[in-house]
């Protein structure tokens, strides 16, 4: 079983970057997925999640700037992240649920 994050990066405040997380070795299509990220010394949030059925949620603090979108057939989810703010700045990870994999994490620096 493998989650693995890309697209992770140093963006200017006001940029914006597309993660993916791309699955293997489990039924995706079955699954919720989610974003969660960590900054330091904070705990780790969630941030965005699509259920099985495309619906979709948000953290308060993204709503109208990120979107999650998933693609079964590439067995994949995206967060295509818009409008970056400094406080966006974390470590990302994309968790299947309920299978309960993680990805490794993917960096996201919002920095001028």
């Known amino acids: 079983v493998q989650l693995v994050e890309s697209g992770g990066g140093l963006v200017q405040p006001g940029g914006s970057l597309r993660l993916a997380c791309a699955a293997s070795?489990?039924?995706?299509?079955?699954?919720?997925m989610r974003w969660y990220r960590q900054a330091p010394g904070k705990e780790r949030e969630l941030v965005a999640s699509?259920?099985?059925?495309?619906?979709?949620t948000y953290a308060d603090s993204v709503k109208g700037r990120f979107t999650i979108f998933r693609d079964n057939a590439k067995s994949t989810v995206f967060l295509q992240m818009n409008s970056l703010k400094p406080e966006d700045t974390a470590v990302y990870y994309c968790?299947?649920?309920?299978?309960?994999?993680w990805g490794q994490g993917t960096q996201v620096t919002v920095s001028s």
């Open positions: 968790n299947a649920w309920p299978s309960g994999y």
């Open positions: 070795g489990f039924a995706f299509s079955r699954d919720t």
């Open positions: 699509v259920t099985t059925i495309d619906f979709t």
